[in-house]
């Protein structure tokens, strides 16, 4: 699956690179890796970028606004997002606010930062807890844009086991439901080994497949590295892995029929 844009990729194409292979397709591959990312592509969504962050309505050759003052992170025409998603998380999990990691990491302006999630919750939100600041991006393609995006991506595919010669992501599991969705979720250290910025923390990585074709992506992130950090890491994600795989299973993520 983002790794969106990293399927912590953007599934999205606003939210980085697409999704080209199964290394993209989950969060640990390198091109699909959010940390490498400005825009989770939930592969492509989490998937979505590679090196670079895709800023839509951003001309060709043009650059981000720069300005000594810290652009503002919150997204414009939010609509309650980050109110409707905190209902589905532990009362513990911390402050959530809604932001655009275009607009935390490469300054791009909130116009060009903008939006058209598929899912009602999609979107990439700050979670600070305890003086820390990790990120939770939540990435859903429909099954058109899974077919297009990721090619020959076979949704039933176990990306516990690479067939690619990619790596076998770490702590791996797979769970097939009774109702034919299958959900996978796997940890990713981020050894920042290129020196590449921003530098991500460790992070879990979630993808879940539908009888339909479509794809959900959720990267639960301990939050990144650089001069426009907007605090220090979490000590742990801002979800376990327990409370990943319930919010991965909410029917308020899901794309309304």
Not at 119 to 125: A, E, S, W
Request: hydrophobic content about 40%; overall charge positive; some cysteine.
């Amino acid at each position: 699956m983002n790794d969106v844009h990293d399927l912590l990729a953007r599934v999205a194409e606003n939210a980085g690179q697409p999704v080209i292979s199964t290394r993209a397709v989950y969060a640990g591959a390198a091109r699909a890796r959010l940390r490498r990312r400005v825009a989770v592509s939930a592969t492509a969504l989490a998937a979505v970028a590679v090196g670079a962050v895709a800023l839509p309505g951003l001309a060709p050759g043009a650059k981000p606004q720069e300005s000594s003052v810290a652009a503002p992170t919150e997204l414009a025409g939010n609509k309650g997002r980050a109110d409707r998603l905190v209902k589905l998380l532990p009362k513990d999990v911390g402050s959530v606010e809604q932001v655009s990691l275009a607009v935390v990491i490469k300054h791009a302006t909130v116009e060009q930062a903008e939006e058209h999630p598929v899912g009602p919750l999609d979107g990439q939100y700050a979670v600070r807890r305890d003086g820390g600041v990790g990120y939770l991006t939540i990435n859903t393609m429909d099954a058109k844009s899974v077919k297009r995006k990721l090619g020959g991506f076979e949704p039933s595919a176990d990306l516990c086991k690479p067939t690619n010669g990619e790596p076998r992501p770490t702590e791996c599991a797979r769970e097939e439901l009774p109702d034919g969705r299958v959900l996978t979720i796997w940890s990713d250290a981020n050894d920042n080994i290129d020196g590449g910025t921003p530098d991500w923390g460790p992070e879990l990585t979630a993808r879940l497949t539908l009888p339909d074709g479509s794809l959900l992506a959720v990267r639960d992130s301990t939050g990144f590295v650089s001069d426009r950090s907007q605090g220090p890491l979490l000590k742990s994600t801002p979800l376990t892995r327990a409370q990943l795989r319930t919010l991965m299973l909410s029917p308020e993520l899901r794309i309304k029929k």
